[in-house]
């Protein structure tokens, strides 16, 4: 499938690891000048970078500043914006709500909702100006999922995808469709690393990371494909929504969660 994204501009938040680094991967590969923001670069990303047209701009979007920075960068690179893709995102595993206090709740929406805010603030009148423009928001299952292990991630999610909505409606007349993802669980460092998700989930059990990851979680989550979603996966919905193949495609939230979620 020809996407038509060749040598459009976009701006990746979160793009060092986990889906935000497959995004890049695949915006890279189909001809797109991708502008990366992280804190830190990985191996990964060096390796995108020297093969394609990728800026890597070091960056901490949980900051009032981080993002505005990050698209300023790309608008000064290559003089205009025609893609962003709010990915970046994190929670930690909480035992109970009576022990998330106001400062880790602001850390979470920090960055799993402001970031999405400012950037889409700082982006907008760029991908106006650009016309045939569009946002993907990364959302979660948990938008609609709400979970106590996540309490404070899930209200931020719901919250991004309250956003989405609201973005849509007003930006869709003046060219810039607004759509979101929702992934359940991804094979990322979110779950993988060292005190990660998977790490929680085995200590729980009583069993291995990779038995949590490749079997308690899709059996326990009740994810009908009998596996978590691969980076990949989430990258390719992306790249559709902000292809001009989705051009009449606005204001909607793609769940991709192996049949986890159980209505409609
Ligand atoms: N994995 C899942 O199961 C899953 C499911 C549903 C939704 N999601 C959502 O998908 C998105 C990506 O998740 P992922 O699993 O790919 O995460 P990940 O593997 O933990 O990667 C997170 C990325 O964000 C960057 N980042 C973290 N804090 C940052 C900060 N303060 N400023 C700038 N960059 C920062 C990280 O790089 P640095 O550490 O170098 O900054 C990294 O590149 C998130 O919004 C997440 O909520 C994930």
Do not use: C
């Amino acid at each position: 499938m020809e996407l038509q994204l060749k040598d459009k501009v976009a701006v990746v938040t979160g793009a060092s690891k986990g889906i935000g680094l497959a995004v890049v991967e695949r915006l890279a590969r189909e001809g797109v000048k991708v502008v990366a923001g992280s804190r830190s670069s990985t191996p990964e990303l060096d390796a995108l970078a020297a093969e394609h047209d990728v800026t890597i701009v070091p960056v901490d979007l949980s900051t009032a500043q981080g993002a505005q920075t990050l698209v300023q960068q790309a608008v000064d690179r290559h003089g205009h914006l025609d893609i962003l893709v709010n990915n970046v995102g994190a929670a930690e595993p909480r035992e109970s709500f009576l022990k998330v206090d106001d400062a880790a709740w602001q850390r979470i929406f920090d960055l799993t909702f402001f970031s999405a805010v400012r950037a889409s603030r700082a982006a907008l009148p760029h991908l106006i100006a650009a016309g045939g423009a569009a946002i993907v928001n990364i959302s979660s299952i948990n938008a609609r999922l709400p979970f106590p292990m996540v309490v404070d991630y899930s209200a931020a999610k719901a919250a991004l995808t309250n956003l989405n909505k609201s973005l849509s409606e007003e930006f869709a007349p003046q060219g810039v469709r607004v759509n979101s993802i929702a992934p359940g669980p991804v094979r990322t460092p979110f779950w993988t690393a060292p005190g990660g998700f998977a790490d929680a989930t085995a200590a729980s059990a009583g069993i291995t990371a990779q038995e949590a990851l490749n079997v308690a979680v899709p059996q326990g989550m009740g994810i009908t494909t009998g596996r978590i979603t691969e980076a990949y996966e989430v990258a390719d919905l992306a790249l559709f929504l902000a292809s001009p193949l989705a051009a009449n495609i606005t204001g909607t939230e793609t769940l991709i969660d192996g049949g986890q979620a159980k209505t409609l």
